[in-house]
Nanobody, 124 residues
């Protein structure tokens, strides 16, 4: 069974850091672009960051650029999201997703596989 499992969420203070991981099992996702999305209560699921299958190209939402870094280790079938300088408005459930496109789109509808999410809460 093809699965994406997020981990690393939790409660952190304003200005703190967290590192999210997304471990893939089942199929090999090394040829998939990967993305991170987040969804706050009552809001739509928003794009956060994406990375191409090779790891060469990355893309970030304006709200996180310069604070978050996406990376991947294809040998471990794992994608990471390093989050620094966290703010209360970053509070959301964070989802990992895989896309058969090469470049890592921003639209959630272009992703084929999704994890169940991990909660990130930033206290002020």
């Amino acid at each position: 069974q093809d699965q994406l499992v997020e981990s690393g969420g939790g409660l952190v203070q304003d200005g703190g850091s967290l590192r999210l991981s997304c471990a893939a099992s089942g199929r090999t996702f090394s040829r998939y672009a990967m993305g991170w999305f987040r969804q706050a209560p009552g809001k739509e699921r928003d794009f956060v960051a994406s990375i191409s299958w090779s790891g060469t190209n990355t893309h970030y939402a304006d709200s996180v650029r310069g604070r978050f870094t996406i990376s991947r280790d294809n040998a471990k079938n794992t994608v990471y999201l390093q989050m620094n300088s966290l703010k209360p408005e970053d509070t959301a459930v964070y989802y990992c997703a895989a896309s058969t496109t090469v470049w890592g789109p921003t639209l959630p509808t272009l992703y084929n596989y999704w994890g169940r999410g991990t909660q990130v809460t930033v206290s002020s």
